[in-house]
């Protein structure tokens, strides 16, 4: 498998636990590929990012999962996969799957791999809540900068929430 960019690898993930799969096409122009039975993934990491490489993937495996492109039951790649596709230690990808099995995320089962966790809605609750928060105060730190009021906020939020 190449891989274009060295901060990105395409990991291949197997679609409700199918192992095998019959055949394998390349778009070598959209950089994708498509294998009958297996969904693949991208999982982006980045050195320069402030963020920690074990939280980048645990984050966006998060994302996977809370926007239902990963399903119950779904097996991870392997933390040995993973490491050698995204090319970093195994330790670092040891890491984040402790951080999503400690969150609720996924489960090991020892000698069968990962596999993404049963739902827990208020996990999923918890998780969206916290995006939002986060957004809110980027959203308040710019109105700052702006110098907006409450009121004025709470206005074009009520028009985007109404849809107006």
Partial sequence: ????????ALI?????????????????SAKSCSI???????IIISNSSGQPIYDQISSQIKRLILTDALCEGDALPSMRLLAKELRISVITTKRAYEELERDGFIVSVPGKGSFVALKNL???????????????????DLSAVCGLSLDE???????????E
Avoid: P
């Avoid at 291949?12 to 070598?28: H, L, V």
């Fill in 1 to 8: 498998m190449s891989i274009w960019n060295v901060n990105t």
């Fill in 153 to 163: 906020l709470v206005s074009m939020l009520t028009i985007i929430y109404q849809g």
């Fill in 12 to 28: 291949y993930i197997s679609f409700r636990n199918i192992a095998a799969f019959e055949s394998i096409e390349f778009d070598q």
């Fill in 36 to 42: 009958s039975g297996v969904m693949a993934l991208n």
């Fill in 122 to 140: 208020a996990l999923v609750r918890e998780e969206h809540l916290k995006n939002i928060e986060c957004h809110m105060q980027t959203i308040a």
